[in-house]
Each structure stands twice: as structure tokens, then as C-alpha cells.
């Protein structure tokens, strides 16, 4: 990375006070605070999320996003005996494409359990390429069985068991495979707040971002270089896509909850705002002087400093405005990042 790279990623650095990242969520789970700016009239107010349909637009449609976390992190041994915790990445084509902390040996098999092993094939440039010895149809069982739900680098201590985690890590309404990091704007709903808002007129339609380990990567040169991020795969199916065009035509405000969800809705739409590409693998790197298409507001959680999310989320309200919400939330000792507390900018 070079000196002026570094200086643009300065930009959005922030001092994180330690007491402030949690471990565990809020319970129950709209108990958790919200910070809502306007961007219109610049005003702030401060309330707890399951108040969050005070401050929607009226009739807003508000897209979520489907994912569900994976107990990615699958335990196995060596020969030696030694043990390994993979991060499994992706699967397809009989073959599995996994991170190790240690270096692996062309050829070894690596034990999940008794006549259940993956052999290590060759490595490349995002990890290993393991062949496993039974069907990638018995993946999910194996995982759901052997594996553990990963979570965030600042959250490695967090003291939830693995019970905990597959319950609490993961939104309401998860139903698609294939993510190893929660959605966690999504975290924040309950099946009763969700029902409230649709009482109320707000419209619910769902997409699939599967969210992927780039999440946590710190930006690099070359991704502010070249202005593409890591690939994340979405699908915007047909209903939603139907929703989307009919709150465009009637003039309704479209939310995302989430930045997966914003990536995967401003990657579909074409320049006059319409859905295109209602599937495919995003690299959409969000920052400043992006011209939104498709999405009018956000609801978000607190991110990280110098991060890709921190970028997207200046878009909508400009850096020097988030980073004063950011220090004003920090004083009110508001929770952040995964598991803290959320943003709502309409």
C-alpha cells in the first residue's frame, strides 16, 4: 500500500474503546439501541431498535437479506495426531476449498471422524483444495454435526457456546446456507417486530448475499487500486424483484438492512435504477462519490475503522458527519460492531 492509499484509509480510522466491543447480543434482541439520522434535515434521534417503525418511512419496502451462517469451522487431525480447525470456504465439483492456520502436505488426509476424511490436493491462492472421501451432499449433515460457527477476529473470546452461537448468530429469518459471518443488521429483528412493521404498512421482501471472509480483511492497495472488493455471490429472486419495481413506481422509499443487502441490490440495477442482474458474484466497492441507484436508506450496525463498510456507509451521509455520529454514539457508550447496536439513515 502506498503513502497516499494509507492516508485515504487514515481518513476513516477512529479510537475503538475496548469495553465497547461485546461478546454476546442484546436479549431480546430489539432491545438494542438505535441511532437514526435524517439526512434531509441533518437531525438525530436515539431510541431502542424495537421502536425502529417510528422513524421507516411511511410504506418504505425494506429488503433483508436471507443468508444463513454455516458451522463453518471443522475440526480434523493429522495423521500425527495434531489437530486442525479448516475454515471451509466454498464447495462444488466434488471439491472443497478451506483455510488452515498450519501448513498442510500435498496428498494427507486430514480425519473428521472414522472413515470420513478430506485429502489435501493442492494449495492455491485463497487456501486449500481438499477432495473429501464421501459425497458433498453429506456436507451439511457432517457440518452441522462436527462443525462450529465461526465468528469474528474481535469476537474470539466471546464466551457463547456453540449452541448459543448457531442460535444468537444468526437473524430470524435465515434460510439459505452458505455464509461463514452473519448479516448482523439482521440480528437486531424479532418475528413480533417483523409482524408489527408490516401491520403497520411497511413492505418485507428478501434477498441472498452470501456473505464471505473478505468482510474482515482489511482494505489493501490493490483493492483501492483497481476499486473492485472480494466476490460475495447474491440472488435477488423474482417476487423481490417485482417488489422493487413497484415501490420504484409508486415513488416508496427502498431500505436495506444490512450493507450485503445494499451491495447486492446497487450490483443488480442498471444506470436508470432497474434490476439487471438479478444474480451474480459482487466485487462492488462502495465509496466516495458512488451514485446510489437503487437504495434510499440503511439500516446498519457499527463498523470497524478503516474498513469497506465504514467507506459505504460515508456515501450516504458523508465522512465527517458519520464520524461524528460515530464519536457521539461512542460517548453514549453505545455496543459495537457484530453484536452491538444499530444505525438507522433514512
Same mark, same amino acid.
Given at each position: 500500500?502506498?503513502?497516499?492509499?494509507?492516508?485515504?484509509?487514515?481518513?476513516?480510522?477512529?479510537?475503538?474503546?475496548?469495553?465497547?466491543?461485546?461478546?454476546?447480543?442484546?436479549?431480546?434482541?430489539? /432491545?438494542?439501541?438505535?441511532?437514526?439520522?435524517?439526512?434531509?434535515?441533518?437531525?438525530?434521534?436515539?431510541?431502542?431498535?424495537?421502536?425502529?417503525?417510528?422513524?421507516?418511512?411511511?410504506?418504505?419496502?425494506?429488503?433483508?437479506?436471507?443468508?444463513?451462517?454455516?458451522?463453518?469451522?471443522?475440526?480434523?487431525?493429522?495423521?500425527?495426531?495434531?489437530?486442525?480447525?479448516?475454515?471451509?470456504?466454498?464447495?462444488?465439483?466434488?471439491?472443497?476449498?478451506?483455510?488452515?492456520?498450519?501448513?498442510?502436505?500435498?496428498?494427507?488426509?486430514?480425519?473428521?471422524?472414522?472413515?470420513?476424511?478430506?485429502?489435501?490436493?493442492?494449495?492455491?491462492?485463497?487456501?486449500?483444495?481438499?477432495?473429501?472421501?464421501?459425497?458433498?451432499?453429506?456436507?451439511?449433515?457432517?457440518?452441522?454435526?462436527?462443525?462450529?460457527?465461526?465468528?469474528?477476529?474481535?469476537?474470539?473470546?466471546?464466551?457463547?457456546?456453540?449452541?448459543?452461537?448457531?442460535?444468537?448468530?444468526?437473524?430470524?429469518?435465515?434460510?439459505?446456507?452458505?455464509?461463514?459471518?452473519?448479516?448482523?443488521?439482521?440480528?437486531?429483528?424479532?418475528?413480533?417486530?417483523?409482524?408489527?412493521?408490516?401491520?403497520?404498512?411497511?413492505?418485507?421482501?428478501?434477498?441472498?448475499?452470501?456473505?464471505?471472509?473478505?468482510?474482515?480483511?482489511?482494505?489493501?492497495?490493490?483493492?483501492?487500486?483497481?476499486? /473492485?472488493?472480494?466476490?460475495?455471490?447474491?440472488?435477488?429472486?423474482?417476487?423481490?424483484?417485482?417488489?422493487?419495481?413497484?415501490?420504484?413506481?409508486?415513488?416508496?422509499?427502498?431500505?436495506?438492512?444490512?450493507?450485503?443487502?445494499?451491495?447486492?441490490?446497487?450490483?443488480?440495477?442498471?444506470?436508470?435504477?432497474?434490476?439487471?442482474?438479478?444474480?451474480?458474484?459482487?466485487?462492488?466497492?462502495?465509496?466516495?462519490?458512488?451514485?446510489?441507484?437503487?437504495?434510499?436508506?440503511?439500516?446498519?450496525?457499527?463498523?470497524?475503522?478503516r474498513s469497506s463498510l465504514l467507506m459505504l456507509v460515508s456515501t450516504l451521509v458523508g465522512r465527517?458527519?458519520?464520524?461524528?455520529?460515530?464519536?457521539?454514539?461512542?460517548?453514549?457508550?453505545?455496543?459495537?460492531?457484530?453484536?452491538?447496536?444499530?444505525?438507522?439513515?433514512?
Open positions: 500500500m502506498n503513502t497516499r492509499q494509507e492516508a485515504l484509509l487514515e481518513r476513516f480510522a477512529f479510537t475503538v474503546p475496548p469495553s465497547l466491543i461485546t461478546r454476546r447480543p442484546a436479549r431480546p434482541r430489539d /432491545s438494542a439501541r438505535l441511532l437514526v439520522y435524517d439526512r434531509r434535515t441533518k437531525k438525530v434521534a436515539w431510541d431502542i431498535f424495537r421502536n425502529i417503525g417510528r422513524y421507516l418511512p411511511p410504506r418504505a419496502l425494506l429488503v433483508l437479506n436471507d443468508t444463513k451462517v454455516i458451522p463453518a469451522r471443522l475440526p480434523v487431525r493429522r495423521k500425527t495426531g495434531g489437530r486442525i480447525d479448516l475454515l471451509l470456504l466454498s464447495s462444488g465439483g466434488g471439491r472443497i476449498h478451506a483455510l488452515s492456520p498450519k501448513r498442510l502436505r500435498e496428498g494427507e488426509k486430514l480425519m473428521i471422524e472414522p472413515r470420513c476424511f478430506l485429502r489435501v490436493l493442492k494449495r492455491d491462492a485463497a487456501g486449500w483444495i481438499l477432495e473429501p472421501s464421501f459425497p458433498l451432499t453429506r456436507l451439511r449433515a457432517i457440518l452441522r454435526r462436527r462443525g462450529r460457527t465461526p465468528l469474528p477476529p474481535y469476537m474470539a473470546d466471546s464466551p457463547l457456546r456453540e449452541g448459543e452461537r448457531r442460535r444468537e448468530y444468526q437473524s430470524v429469518f435465515a434460510r439459505s446456507d452458505g455464509s461463514v459471518a452473519a448479516p448482523t443488521a439482521s440480528l437486531h429483528f424479532t418475528k413480533p417486530l417483523l409482524k408489527r412493521l408490516q401491520r403497520d404498512g411497511i413492505e418485507l421482501a428478501t434477498l441472498t448475499l452470501h456473505v464471505g471472509l473478505g468482510t474482515f480483511a482489511p482494505v489493501t492497495g490493490d483493492q483501492l487500486a483497481h476499486g /473492485s472488493l472480494h466476490g460475495e455471490r447474491y440472488i435477488i429472486p423474482t417476487k423481490t424483484c417485482r417488489a422493487l419495481q413497484k415501490a420504484q413506481n409508486e415513488h416508496r422509499p427502498i431500505i436495506a438492512v444490512g450493507t450485503t443487502a445494499l451491495r447486492a441490490l446497487e450490483s443488480a440495477a442498471d444506470a436508470r435504477g432497474r434490476v439487471a442482474r438479478p444474480r451474480g458474484t459482487t466485487t462492488l466497492f462502495i465509496r466516495e462519490g458512488y451514485r446510489f441507484r437503487l437504495v434510499d436508506g440503511l439500516i446498519t450496525n457499527f463498523h470497524v475503522p465527517r458527519m458519520l464520524l461524528s455520529l460515530y464519536a457521539r454514539a461512542i460517548r453514549r457508550k453505545m455496543r459495537l460492531f457484530s453484536f452491538g447496536d444499530a444505525m438507522l439513515i433514512r
